[in-house]
């Protein structure tokens, strides 16, 4: 059962509110009110339970003594993974949160094979959407998620093991520097975006709540079918160019973070998504070319 506002509240400035994102639970608690507000501005469509759940993740957003509380707000985290964390000031505390999240399912997470990788579906087809940082991963999956698509993740795809499928963990998409602009043309809405973190070691960072309806259906899989590489260049030519299935295997496994954690059965998962799955590159100049491309390529390869 979800809680209502006023209970949340309560509870993320105590022991913790139990945030749930598809297959995860996270019991977060904020000691600063600020983030607080952040937090539950960017989260406000995610169900968070009453209990008692099988808690994943706990994550602890702090100040280590009262100097840093109030006279130099200073955020320190605590995800009880033995970690060390570089305190931010207070302005960049949601960032803090999202970065402890990431720590947590990127490390903690040996459920499910993890891409680093937007994922999205349309009538049951399941896309996956590798790429290093600065490819424009997270602003292609966030522009197909309004444009029709069901947003699964923008940094996380999840491949359940057992049942080959993906796992929907739609955490909001998390925009830097030149993307912005260009979401909030394309989306439209402004009260579904966070306020813009300037002067990060990223530059400016933004966070855009996916779509209702992709939050609602988050415990919904599909199966992949599609994988696409995307690779932004604002001077380039658009281009696809389609991959042999060794390639696709081998760019697969080049962006599991818990590939060799998981060990054999990551192998025979990966293998046959090669395999029974079209896969591509596209190169393209802006996010309207990108979809074009994204749908081109669908459209001419599945029945």
């Known amino acids: 059962m979800s809680l209502d506002q006023s209970s949340i509240k309560r ?23 600020s983030i607080r507000e952040d937090f ?11 209990g008692p759940e099988i808690t994943d993740y706990y994550l602890d957003v702090y100040a280590r003594n009262l100097y840093r509380r109030y006279l130099r707000p200073q955020v320190a985290l605590n995800t009880m993974m033995n970690d060390s ?100 043309e394309w989306v439209g809405d402004g009260e579904l975006f966070s306020r813009e973190y300037e002067g990060t070691p990223k530059g400016t960072i933004c966070y855009l709540r996916p779509p209702p309806a992709s939050i609602e259906h988050m415990h919904k899989p599909v199966r992949p079918q599609v994988v696409i590489h995307p690779v932004f260049n604002s001077d380039a030519r658009p281009e696809i160019k389609p991959l042999t299935k060794t390639m696709a295997f081998f760019r697969l496994v080049r962006s599991s973070a818990n590939y060799g954690d998981i060990g054999e059965p990551a192998f025979h998962a990966l293998a046959k998504i090669a395999e029974e799955c079209i896969s591509c590159e596209i190169t393209y100049s802006s996010l309207e070319e990108g979809i074009r491309l994204v749908n081109q390529f669908i459209d001419e390869n599945l029945p």
Request: with cysteine; proline share 7%; aromatic share 10%.
């Open 40 to 50: 539950l501005h960017i989260y406000k469509d995610y169900p968070f339970l009453e």
């Open 85 to 184: 964390y570089v305190p931010l000031p207070e302005s960049m505390g949601l960032l803090s949160v999202e970065m402890g999240m990431n720590w947590q399912v990127a490390f903690g997470c040996k459920t499910h094979i993890l891409f680093h990788a937007g994922v999205v579906e349309r009538d049951g087809v399941g896309l996956i959407i590798p790429a290093i940082s600065g490819s424009g991963k997270s602003t292609l999956s966030a522009g197909l998620a309004y444009d029709g698509w069901r947003f699964f993740s923008d940094e996380f795809g999840m491949l359940d093991i057992q049942s080959n499928e993906l796992c929907p963990y739609p955490r909001p998409v998390s925009l830097k520097n030149e993307s912005i602009p260009v979401m909030k």
């Open 11 to 33: 509870q993320l400035s105590g022991q913790g509110a139990l945030l749930n994102v598809g297959p995860i639970c996270t019991r977060v608690s904020i000691k600063f009110p």
